[in-house]
T-cell receptor
Framework: QKEVEQNSGPLSVPEGAIASLNCTYS??????FFWYRQYSGKSPELIMF????GDKEDGRFTAQLNKASQYVSLLIRDSQPSDSATYLC?????????????FGTGTRLTIIP | DAGVTQSPTHLIKTRGQQVTLRCSPK?????VSWYQQALGQGPQFIFQ???????QRGNFPDRFSGHQFPNYSSELNVNALLLGDSALYLC????????????FGSGTRLTVV
């Protein structure tokens, strides 16, 4: 089982619709979760992080965390063509001494005008 | 406020050669992590440096080595290059524990021929 799993896509969403990106993780003790956006040929850019169960909203982005199900998601409302990118889910290790981010393979999102 | 700076941006090397990649962390950050990202994959953790010591290491051979200097800048060295080492190498910096996520540099694209 991979430590962090994402559907690689591609995920196609019409402009103006809601894009939903999902991620599961294997380390039940993980406490911190991150979503990065990566445009083709560029480096990852942090969008949001979430620590607590429930929802966290930032503009058009909402991160959702369910630790019992070991599931984290990212919703993008009113999707724009500029949102077309690969979205990486990352999880912070739970053990002292394991302080690294582990990334999923990413989900490629395409917003269709 | 300078972000994470990496050099060079692109590099072409021949199999068997050695390469050194450089990274200057974001101002105020003291921890540097290196990642390898192959095409279509998520970033893979190589190692992390804190207080000039390797704090954690991923599943990479000893051909990959690094260093952190007193000013927190870092180098990644790869010896005996293989074709499979061709990838985007990302440097990420953070302050202490990665509670707020990493800031990534723009990366070094290494091509081994």
């Amino acid at each position: 089982q991979k430590e962090v799993e994402q559907n690689s896509g591609p995920l196609s969403v019409p402009e103006g619709a809601i894009a939903s990106l999902n991620c599961t993780y294997s380390d039940r003790g993980s406490q911190s979760f991150f979503w990065y956006r990566q445009y083709s040929g560029k480096s990852p850019e942090l969008i949001m992080f979430i620590y607590s169960n429930g929802d966290k909203e930032d503009g058009r982005f909402t991160a959702q965390l369910n630790k019992a199900s070991q599931y984290v998601s990212l919703l993008i409302r009113d999707s724009q063509p500029s949102d077309s990118a690969t979205y990486l889910c990352a999880v912070l290790g739970s053990n002292f001494g394991n302080e690294k981010l582990t990334f999923g393979t990413g989900t490629r999102l395409t917003i269709i005008p | 406020d300078a972000g994470v700076t990496q050099s060079p941006t692109h590099l072409i090397k021949t199999r068997g050669q050695q390469v050194t990649l450089r990274c200057s962390p974001k101002s105020g950050h003291d921890t540097v992590s290196w990642y390898q990202q192959a095409l279509g994959q998520g970033p893979q953790f190589i190692f992390q440096y804190y207080e000039e010591e390797e704090r954690q290491r991923g599943n990479f051979p000893d051909r990959f080595s690094g260093h952190q200097f007193p000013n927190y800048s870092s180098e990644l060295n790869v010896n005996a290059l293989l074709l499979g080492d061709s990838a985007l190498y990302l440097c990420a910096s953070s302050l202490g524990r990665v509670s707020y996520g990493y800031t990534f540099g723009s990366g070094t694209r290494l091509t081994v021929v």
